[in-house]
């Protein structure tokens, strides 16, 4: 087990946005999160990563770190790409005097390297395509190898060469550091080539869960409306 | 028909007085997050000790980038006020008084008042809007994310830097003020500066300085304090970066003008 949910409840205000949910992720697995705007998926990730308390329930993780890739990559923009990868390990108390400068430059220079952007370090997040910034956040968030990695929305506002190139990171990020993953989307093509299961949150509840190709099936009213993007069926847009 | 309670709900009466209910509400509200956030400053302060390279990076640009401003408005101040006033004295027998007059306002008020203003204008503002434009780029969230404490690394040495460098800036602007009301007089009336600087030297108290000091530190932090608060607590895009920037002038506005009455009544009174 690395990530385990349990009966997840969060409100705001009066509002129940997550509604008594439950899910495992282990380790070297891929989840994605499904489900139309305002379904609660992004605050999923928010109550997993910490950024926001639940009322009730429990969220169980393994011993590590959890690292969390933006939707809008949520670079620093007052720091070059070598400070936003090497923020962690130069500003964590547990970590800032357990490397040298040379540890920092030959750590950071593996992480892009694995990303596919060698020798960017000097420069600005202003200085970078979306795809590019979204890879540099994904090397951030792998510094401190983490067992457990939250994607919000990784491939939104790309285009489909870079989400192909993307997608291709978060199953290449799976091999190689075994961490279990939460992608939260709503792109079919992330699903598929990145999910190893899905859920589908609506109103806060989970309507479905199953693997990329039992989405697909279309068994259920959900699972039609979704895959076919229909206005049709039991999940109504808000207004 | 129409119910007692939805009537009432409709006057004027009680949509003015649920108004102010409500900004009454705010208002405590933000008293507590600035509160909130500088306990939590200390206590980060005392557990993880202070990044003197971010340190010295937040001097330089709240002591450099708002020195000409500063010393602009504290300047202009002094020559508005010492030109009003040289010529009233000296019509009435009250000339050897000038230098000494000009110095207990500039080191015990104008310095540091208008020294703030100008500072909250540029830097509060520049903060606040820093901070709030991170929090709705999600930038803080990644910060606390990668478990760093975010109001530890973004507020220490921001805060730090306000009490560090707002007395020097002060000390400078008053320096000038007390020059230029030297000139001005002496230009507007025919004061000799030797009659001016005689005068300055009689109204210099060790303990206007030293209070001078003091009062400006205090505002320095709580000008840094309250933007950064602003910002940090931003929501809402673009719009809500404006309304934090707005929030923190005018709060620092306030804390200033709130700090300087407490100082009055605590040493002058």
């Known amino acids: ?6 009966n997840l409840v969060k409100k705001f205000d009066d509002k129940v ?66 400070d936003n990868i090497s923020f962690a390990l130069r500003e964590r108390k547990d970590l800032r005097k357990k490397y040298s400068k040379n540890d920092l430059q030959k750590i950071v220079a593996q992480k892009l390297e694995l990303v596919g952007l060698k020798g960017i370090e000097n420069k600005f997040p202003s200085e970078l395509s979306g795809g590019m910034q979204k890879r540099v956040s994904f090397a951030r968030a792998i510094v401190t190898n983490p067992n457990t990695i939250l994607y919000d929305e990784p491939t939104a506002g790309l285009d489909p060469m870079s989400s192909t190139l993307i997608e291709d990171y978060i199953v290449s990020l799976k091999h190689e550091i075994n961490a279990a993953s939460i ?19 609506y109103d806060g509840k989970i309507v479905f ?31 | 028909m129409i119910s007692l309670a939805q009537y009432i709900k409709k006057s004027a009466t009680y949509k003015i007085f649920s108004n102010i209910f409500e900004e ?6 933000t008293i507590g997050q600035i509160a909130q956030i500088g306990f939590h400053l200390i206590k980060c302060i005392l557990r993880d000790g202070i990044s003197f390279k971010e340190l010295a990076y937040q001097c330089e640009r709240f002591g450099i980038s708002s020195l000409p401003i500063t010393l602009s408005i504290v300047g202009m101040t002094s020559i508005i006020v010492s030109s009003q006033v040289a010529n009233e004295m000296v019509k009435q027998g009250g000339a050897d008084f000038i230098g000494l007059l000009m110095t207990i306002l500039i080191v015990r008020e104008v310095g540091a ?16 809007s820093e901070l709030a434009t991170m929090r709705v780029t999600e930038q803080v969230d990644a910060i606390d994310v990668l478990s760093v404490d975010s109001v530890g690394y ?38 000799t500066y030797r009659a001016y600087f005689t005068s300055v030297w009689l109204g210099l108290y060790m303990k206007d300085l030293f209070v001078s000091i003091i009062k400006s530190a205090v505002f320095g932090g709580a ?47």
């Not at chain 2, 020294?115 to 606040?128: C, K, N, R």
């Open chain 2, 113 to 128: 008042v208008m020294s703030g203003f100008a500072i909250t204008s540029m830097i509060g503002s520049s903060l606040a």
């Open chain 2, 223 to 269: 000008i840094a304090l309250i933007s950064c608060t602003c910002g940090y607590y931003a929501s809402g895009g673009a719009k809500g970066v404006g309304i934090a920037t707005t929030k923190a002038v005018v709060w620092s506005f306030i804390a200033i003008v709130v700090w300087d009455m407490v100082f009055a009544m605590l040493f002058f009174f």
């Open chain 2, 154 to 191: 973004l507020f220490i040495p921001r805060v730090l830097s306000g009490i560090i460098m707002m007395p020097l800036i002060v000390i400078v602007a008053s320096a000038i003020g007390i020059v230029l009301g030297g000139i001005t007089s002496n230009l507007f009336s025919g004061l």
């Open chain 1, 17 to 82: 946005v997550i509604n008594d949910i439950s899910f495992k992720v282990s380790d070297g697995e891929v989840l994605a999160i499904v489900g139309f705007s305002g379904s609660g998926k992004s605050t999923v990730l928010k109550l997993i990563s910490g950024l926001i308390p639940y009322d009730s329930g429990e969220i169980l993780t393994s011993s590590g770190d959890i690292a969390m890739v933006f939707q809008y990559s949520a670079l620093f923009d007052s720091l070059n790409v070598f």
């Open chain 1, 183 to 201: 992608v939260v989307t709503h792109q079919m093509s992330t699903i598929l080539r990145t999910a190893d299961r899905v859920i589908m949150l």
């Open chain 1, 209 to 239: 869960e199953g693997t990329p190709t039992d989405l697909l099936k279309q068994d259920t009213p959900y699972t039609k409306q979704f895959v076919t993007a229909s206005l049709e069926g039991p999940m109504k847009m808000k207004a």
């Open chain 1, 1 to 6: 087990m690395s990530i385990e949910v349990r």
């Open chain 2, 24 to 29: 009454c509400i705010k208002f405590l509200n």
